[in-house]
């Protein structure tokens, strides 16, 4: 007699009922708690539309374009001052006088051989009296001190009765038709600016106000400060400013280095290279990176071919990954100076610059979208690094649609955790890293539908 026990029919059919429910339940339980493991490790931020514009700025004092302290060419005692301060001049206009006595004798009396010589009939008597006459004349003519150009008096030094040496500043006179203002530009901004760029100036003596001007010089050398640092001294115009501008107001001055244009852009830390096996795995919207398209290949084949690359994609792109990051940087400007097109293409997220202004080109990244039940989802972006800590999205994203960001200390399916890591394709950019590992490969933390 066998001394097992049979379990019951209606017992096992029980059993299975109670799975079968268990199941069901499970099935709509789980991806609830994913979903909810998700919604904790992330927060969702917008892709912001901002207006983009290179702008550097200097400070300092506004001056006149023109100015000059003006002083006589002889000495002697001021006879008349016909001047005051604030009194609008025109170009030639006698300023000030010295007594002109000696030299109004010595003319006339020059004047008078001049005379003599003729009446006597001897022309050369007569030729040396007119040179005699000129030179008292010009002798004369130093006891005047006459307005260089069309301004206004700034400054009288003088009284009438007061003796004045060669040199003396006796007033100043400023141009006020136009303002200058110097602009002290680090080397590293230099080559953004060009003659006639927009400069927007601000006054803290006038409030709520804003002037513009112009670039007008960028001298040939610079000059090197006490820290050691090189400066260039670029002039900025402002023509026909208006009473209320006077010269030495103290500025903060904008030069638009470039047109205003409209950018998307996300946090850094919801950013990281773009995982190889991407497409395979699902990831929504690929972005239109330049290794998608099988038509760059031969300009690919040839630019990694100049570079002693391998020309198959595959061990090419190994190949840059076991480069180190001083390697990979000489690569990308080998490619930037050889201006291959399809530079860099193969090379995911390498950013090389191929253009005049060696800007960086965008590259291939991943960003995570909230899907059904705002589950993660992954989408490939293209995009470029910015210095505020965003990344202006090219292509992948529209704006106002929502991007995951890793919360700090949140866990991935293989424990990794929200870090701070040294991302070598983009500089000074945050991503989720595996215990201090790489970048993620594309799995997708825990909860993420791929």
């Known amino acids: 007699m066998n001394g097992k026990r049979k379990l019951p029919r209606a017992a096992i059919a029980g059993v299975a009922i109670a799975l079968v429910a268990l199941s069901v339940a499970l099935a709509f339980i789980v ?117 260089p150009f069309a301004g206004v008096v700034t400054d009288v030094a003088v009284e009438p009765g007061e003796y004045a040496s060669t040199g003396t500043v006796i007033m100043s006179l400023i141009d006020r038709t136009s303002l200058k203002a110097v602009l002290q530009i680090d080397e590293i901004d230099l080559p953004k600016v ?81 995982p190889r096996d991407a497409a395979g795995a699902g990831a929504e919207s690929p972005a239109s990176e330049a290794a998608a398209s099988p038509g760059d290949e031969p300009a690919r084949t040839a630019a990694a071919s100049a570079t002693g690359l391998p020309a198959d994609p595959s061990a090419r792109r190994a190949a840059f990954a076991s480069m180190t990051e001083e390697q990979r940087a000489a690569l990308r400007a080998q490619f930037a100076a050889s201006g291959t097109p399809g530079s860099g293409a193969g090379l995911r997220g390498a950013a090389v610059a191929t253009d005049a202004t060696l800007a960086p080109a965008a590259a291939a990244l991943a960003v995570y979208v909230p899907g059904e039940n705002d589950e ?9 690094p910015r210095s505020d800590g965003t990344v202006e999205i090219v292509s992948g994203l529209a704006a106002g649609e929502w991007v995951l960001v890793p919360k700090s200390g949140s866990t991935g399916t293989s424990g990794s955790t929200a870090a701070t890591g040294s991302n070598s394709l983009l500089p000074n950019m945050r991503f989720i890293t595996g215990g201090g590992g790489p970048a993620p490969s594309g799995a997708p933390p825990a909860g993420v539908r791929p």
């Open 31 to 147: 991806p609830k708690l994913g979903a909810s493991a998700a919604a904790d490790g992330y927060a969702k931020v917008r892709v912001a539309e901002l207006v983009d514009q290179t702008v550097i700025e200097a400070s300092g004092n506004i001056e006149a374009a023109r100015a000059s302290d003006l002083s006589f060419n002889g000495s002697g005692r001021i006879e008349s001052v016909l001047a005051t301060e604030g009194l609008v001049v025109a170009k030639g206009r006698v300023l000030a006088m010295l007594d002109d006595t000696s030299e109004a004798y010595d003319l006339a009396n020059a004047t008078y051989k001049l005379e003599q010589a003729r009446l006597t009939g001897n022309a050369r008597t007569a030729e040396l009296a007119a040179l005699e006459v000129e030179l008292k004349r010009a002798k004369y003519e130093l006891t005047k001190l006459s307005a």
């Open 376 to 384: 993660p989802v992954l989408r490939l972006v293209s995009g470029v």
């Open 194 to 274: 060009r003659v006639g760029q927009t400069v927007e100036f601000e006054f803290d003596a006038l409030p709520n106000l804003s002037y513009r001007g112009s670039v007008s010089r960028i001298p040939p050398v610079g000059r090197v400060t006490s820290q050691g640092l090189a400066v260039f001294d670029v002039e900025a115009t402002i023509a026909n400013p208006p009473d209320e501008l006077l010269p030495g107001y103290s500025f903060s001055a904008a030069i638009l280095a470039s047109e205003a244009r409209s950018v998307l852009t996300v946090p850094a830390a919801a950013v990281f290279p773009a």
